[in-house]
């Protein structure tokens, strides 16, 4: 396992008590909600429309986040088809908002582009200028 994220960094975010169960440990839901939102601001740069999260492959913790860790949430672009679009989405915990990040999942996460009705659209070839 890499000891260094992969991709750009989308969310920075602070585990919250009202984010954990009574041990300390941050839900499970609330760091795959961060996820969701960062992969998300990924696909929507890059469609420049309106996107919806499809499905995403299994997940697996790695480590846990606990009250008052800092939650880093990176994203690289993978692949663009014609309507959707493949996110890789890894999180990491700064312990103690200052000690060292350890990484608690990653996950592919797939978007398609949709139009004002909800119905697939074309996700937008990037121009490239000379």
Same mark, same amino acid.
């Given at each position: 396992?890499?000891?260094?994220?992969?991709?750009?960094?989308?969310?920075?975010?602070?585990a919250m008590p009202t984010d954990a169960n009574p041990s300390g440990?941050?839900?499970?839901?609330?760091?795959?909600?961060?996820?969701?939102?960062?992969?998300?601001?990924?696909?929507?740069?890059?469609?420049q429309c309106r996107t919806v999260t499809v499905a995403l492959d299994?997940? %697996?913790?790695?480590?846990? *986040?606990?009250?008052?860790?800092?939650?880093?949430?990176?994203? &690289?672009?993978? @692949? !663009?088809?014609?309507? %959707?679009?493949?996110?890789? *989405?890894?999180?990491?915990?700064?312990?103690?908002?200052?000690? &060292?990040?350890? @990484? !608690?999942?990653?996950?592919?996460?797939?978007?398609?582009?949709?139009?004002?009705?909800?119905?697939?659209?074309?996700?937008?070839?990037?121009?490239?200028?000379?």
């Open positions: 396992m890499s000891n260094q994220p992969h991709g750009n960094l989308a969310i920075r975010t602070l440990d941050i839900f499970g839901g609330w760091v795959l909600s961060q996820m969701d939102i960062a992969a998300s601001t990924c696909a929507v740069e890059r469609a299994a997940m %697996s913790f790695i480590s846990p *986040v606990k009250i008052g860790d800092v939650l880093s949430v990176y994203t &690289e672009l993978k @692949k !663009v088809g014609n309507t %959707s679009m493949d996110i890789y *989405v890894e999180a990491w915990a700064t312990r103690g908002r200052i000690g &060292e990040m350890d @990484k !608690v999942t990653e996950a592919m996460f797939k978007f398609v582009a949709v139009d004002e009705n909800g119905l697939p659209t074309p996700v937008l070839a990037i121009q490239i200028s000379n």
